[in-house]
Nanobody, 126 residues
Framework: QVQLVESGGGLVQPGGSLRLSCAAS????????MGWFRQAPGKEREFVAA????????YYADSVKGRFTISRDNAKNTVYLQMTNLESEDTAVYYC???????????????????WGQGTQVTVSS
């Protein structure tokens, strides 16, 4: 059974940084796509970032481009999200996700991913 376990969330002041981690178990996603989505209270889930397997191509939502960096360590079957210059609008539950065989047009569509973590809370507040 596939499991994705996120860690690294917490409370941070505006302008601060956090690094989220997501460790996958049950299968390897070396050739698959791993990513992050988030959901703020009262809002729909939205795409944040994704990274391809072998090609290492990355994708970002416009709202986080230049502030967030996604990376992965295939040897550890783990994906990371480095978040800098955090804003109050970044407050949300962040979900790790993974999938195989995604086409480029589906990267930002949560329905295309088969596996999801339980989520980790990120709160940006002074």
């Amino acid at each position: 059974q596939v499991q994705l376990v996120e860690s690294g969330g917490g409370l941070v002041q505006p302008g601060g940084s956090l690094r989220l981690s997501c460790a996958a178990s049950g299968r390897t996603f070396t050739s698959g796509t791993m990513g992050w989505f988030r959901q703020a209270p009262g809002k729909e889930r939205e795409f944040v970032a994704a990274i391809r397997g072998f090609g290492r191509t990355t994708y970002y939502a416009d709202s986080v481009k230049g502030r967030f960096t996604i990376s992965r360590d295939n040897a550890k079957n783990t994906v990371y999200l480095q978040m800098t210059n955090l804003e109050s609008e970044d407050t949300a539950v962040y979900y790790c996700t993974a999938g195989m065989g995604l086409i480029t047009s589906s990267i930002r569509n949560g329905a295309a991913y088969a596996h999801w973590g339980q989520g980790t809370q990120v709160t940006v507040s002074s």
